[in-house]
């Protein structure tokens, strides 16, 4: 069964601080992976995707990808209060359906 | 640009009344269209997705049915909702192939009393 793994948090990081978020993947052979925030009450937004090994870096977030032991991350730097909500991550396994399973996602406090 | 509308926002409704959601991209031809629901504190959970009008593909097969009329249009509906159908649900429409995420709608909170 694909899986899609994260920790619930909350992962509670200052202001200005580095936040680590991280997601490991049952399903080897995975292509896409994709970081969503979601604040309270509100519907998940794309933030970052992420396709090969390495990092990708967009402003203050750095996504980091090793397929080989499965598990992608997200680093957001000089965190602010505003980047406080759930971070959902999300894998499309291979074949042909390309539906992403999806991660419960990990619950962000950045306190000033 | 694209833009996907989603309504209502909100819905209270009884036990075993009728349930009709409705979702429309603006900006796209042919997209893949879905609907997910969260339970609270929960993950989220796919129900339905459609590659095209009139094919649905069907996650979840429960009290609850799709539809897709037209292109850029997704249809949610039930036709005696349970208590158990209470949550988020959100449509999401992506571009076809592979690497591409959603773009989700903003909502509906339903919640069945």
């Known amino acids: 069964q694909k899986e899609v793994e994260q920790n619930s948090g909350p992962l509670s990081v200052p202001e200005g601080a580095i936040a680590s978020l991280n997601c490991t993947y049952s399903d080897r052979g995975s292509q896409s992976f994709f970081w969503y925030r979601q604040y309270s009450g509100k519907s998940p937004e794309l933030i970052m995707s992420?396709?090969?090994?390495g990092d990708k870096e967009d402003g203050r977030f750095t996504a980091q990808l090793n397929k080989a032991s499965q598990y992608v991350s997200l680093l957001i730097r000089d965190s602010q209060p505003s980047d406080s909500a759930t971070y959902l991550c999300a894998v499309t396994p291979p074949g042909g359906s390309y539906i992403p399973t999806f991660g419960r996602g990990t619950s962000l406090i950045v306190h000033p | 640009s694209q833009t996907i509308h989603q309504w209502p926002a909100t819905l209270v409704q009884p036990v075993g009344s009728p349930l009709s959601l409705e979702c429309t991209v603006e900006?796209?031809?042919?997209?893949?269209l879905y609907w997910y629901r969260q339970a609270a504190g929960r993950g989220l959970q796919l129900l339905f997705y459609?590659?095209?009008?009139?094919?649905i593909s069907s996650e979840v097969p429960q009290n609850l049915s799709a539809s897709r009329p037209q292109d850029r249009q997704f249809i949610l509906s039930s036709k005696k909702l349970l208590l158990s159908d209470s949550g988020f649900y959100l449509c999401?429409?992506?571009?076809?192939?592979?690497?591409?995420?959603?773009?989700f709608g903003s909502g509906t909170r339903l919640t069945v009393v």
């Open positions: 992420i396709y090969s090994n």
């Open positions: 999401a429409w992506s571009r076809q192939g592979l690497n591409y995420g959603y773009t």
């Open positions: 900006g796209t031809s042919n997209p893949n």
């Open positions: 459609s590659v095209g009008i009139g094919q």
